[in-house]
Nanobody
Framework: QLQASGGGLVQAGGTLTLSCAAS????????MGWFRQAPGKEREFVAG????????DYADSVKGRSIISRDNGKNTVYLQMSSLKPEDTAVYYC?????????????????WGQGTLVTVSS
């Protein structure tokens, strides 16, 4: 089970950190990531990180202003987003991939958590 938290209302230009706690099963050696879905839009990849953190990938839309990280001891992955824009408004989903590839395609992830809503006001 993946439980995302940390969403909320933030002003444009602000910073927000999302957390995702894994529980109920072992996610050892799983890649983790984040996707988001804005109202009326398709779901899109945001960021992914392999188990060791040796491979990290970001969508172009968030690259340079987002940092994905993980604490394997706490079974938690984080997404820090800075310089937030209204177009970042979306429901953010935490995901896990048993193949540990941290791909940008949604089909590459086996487990999806409940989303957390991020709203960026202009």
């Amino acid at each position: 089970q993946l439980q995302a938290s940390g969403g909320g209302l933030v002003q444009a230009g602000g910073t927000l950190t999302l957390s995702c706690a894994a529980s109920g099963r072992t996610f050892t050696y799983f890649a983790m990531g984040w996707f988001r879905q804005a109202p009326g839009k398709e779901r899109e990849f945001v960021a992914g990180i392999t188990w060791s953190g040796g491979r990290i990938d970001y969508a172009d839309s968030v690259k340079g202003r987002s940092i994905i990280s993980r604490d394997n001891g706490k079974n938690t992955v984080y997404l820090q987003m800075s310089s937030l824009k209204p177009e970042d408004t979306a429901v953010y989903y935490c995901v896990a991939d048993h193949t540990n590839l941290a791909r940008s395609e949604a089909y590459g992830y086996d487990y999806w958590g409940q989303g957390t809503l991020v709203t960026v006001s202009s």
